[in-house]
Nanobody, 113 residues
Framework: QVQLVESGGGLVLPGGSLRLSCAAS????????MNWYRQAPGKERELVAY????????NYADSVKGRFTISRDNAKNTVYLQMNSLKSDDTAVYYC??????WGQGTQVTVSS
């Protein structure tokens, strides 16, 4: 059974950092692009970042460029999102999505003082 399980969310102060993980099971991620999305309250889900299968290319939403870094460890079948200099606007549920359109359950990130 294919599963994507996100973890690492939580409550953080503005300016703080979090590292999200997306652990895949039931398939091997190494051959596929992987994505991070987020959905803030009252807003549509938006693409935050994606990474190509070997990690050679990444792309970011303008709102997170220079602050977020997507990476992958194919040996661990896991994708990461390092989030630095967090702002209140980053508050959202963060989701992992694979190349087949399958989603994880999401992890809540709340940036607040």
């Amino acid at each position: 059974q294919v599963q994507l399980v996100e973890s690492g969310g939580g409550l953080v102060l503005p300016g703080g950092s979090l590292r999200l993980s997306c652990a895949a099971s039931g398939f091997t991620i190494s051959s596929y692009v992987m994505n991070w999305y987020r959905q803030a309250p009252g807003k549509e889900r938006e693409l935050v970042a994606y990474i190509t299968r070997n990690g050679g290319s990444t792309n970011y939403a303008d709102s997170v460029k220079g602050r977020f870094t997507i990476s992958r460890d194919n040996a661990k079948n896991t994708v990461y999102l390092q989030m630095n200099s967090l702002k209140s606007d980053d508050t959202a549920v963060y989701y992992c999505k694979d190349a087949f359109g399958r989603w994880g359950q999401g992890t809540q990130v709340t940036v607040s003082s």
